[in-house]
């Protein structure tokens, strides 16, 4: 039961710049609360991408980006390469001290 | 570095209890402000967050699944466990063992989720 909303699929040719939306409410990320990303590849469990909103944990490429602006998140993949090919969940925190899940976005390489 | 690992049964029948136990390595749960936590994911569905649970012993539980879950430690042995009591096919699913990264961004306290286990399908069938 996602409490955070994500487009089912976004796709763009190698080289393009794609962003993934993630709605939340005024109990979570509009509360204040940051998001953190996680790309989970073919068979493969999640790993963080972005954590605290907009940080990238060692090893993961500039090109990974996030923001946050009231009640919504952006996950921004530049240079699109193929193997980014892979499912994205965003993540946050709510006033009633649980975590949440976003309800998945499957990135295409055209 | 911190490692954890899932185990327990891969097949379950309606109606019966699933326990499964994680055992990590590289943090205690003795230390304050450690946690471990559980996630769940269908295949083919989305991740869903189950609960957690704290050195001090406290819990936080999904609210969809509060009525049925328990998460225990055995701090001794570094191991957490989930219990999931009258389980259903719509139970079936990977679940994933997780280290909460706890921290304040100076008005809040939250968590992100690193590292994951390897995670455990169980599958609830007749």
């Known amino acids: 039961q996602s409490v955070l909303t994500q487009p089912p699929s976004v796709s763009g040719a190698p080289g393009q710049r794609v962003t993934i939306s993630c709605t939340g409410s005024s109990s979570n990320i509009g509360a204040g609360y940051d998001v953190h990303w996680y790309q989970q590849l073919p068979g493969t469990a999640p790993k963080v991408l972005i954590y605290a909103t907009n940080k990238r944990p060692s090893g993961v490429p500039e090109r990974f980006s996030g923001s946050k602006s009231g009640t919504s998140a952006s996950l921004a993949i530049a240079g699109l390469q193929a193997d980014d090919e892979a499912d994205y969940y965003c993540?946050?925190?709510?006033?009633?001290?649980?975590?949440?899940f976003g309800t998945g976005t499957r990135v295409t390489v055209l | 570095q911190i490692t954890l690992e899932e185990s327990g049964p891969t097949l379950v029948k309606p109606t019966q209890t699933l326990t499964l136990t994680c055992t990590f390595s590289?943090?205690?749960?003795?230390?304050?402000?450690?946690?471990v936590g559980w996630i769940r994911q269908p295949p083919g569905k989305a991740l869903e967050w189950l609960g957690i649970?704290?050195?001090?012993?406290?819990?936080r539980y999904s609210p969809s699944l509060k009525s049925r879950l328990t998460i225990s430690k055995d701090t001794s042995k570094n191991q957490v466990f989930l219990t999931l009591t009258n389980v259903e096919p719509v139970d079936t699913a990977t679940y994933y063992c997780?280290?909460?990264?706890?921290?304040?961004?100076?008005?809040?306290?939250?968590?992100?989720?690193?590292?994951w286990g390897q995670g455990t399908l169980v599958t609830v069938s007749s």
């Open positions: 993540q946050s925190y709510d006033i009633s001290m649980t975590a949440s």
């Open positions: 649970i704290y050195w001090n012993d406290d819990k």
């Open positions: 997780v280290h909460p990264n706890v921290y304040s961004n100076g008005s809040q306290w939250a968590y992100w989720f690193d590292p």
């Open positions: 590289g943090v205690s749960l003795n230390t304050p402000g450690v946690g």
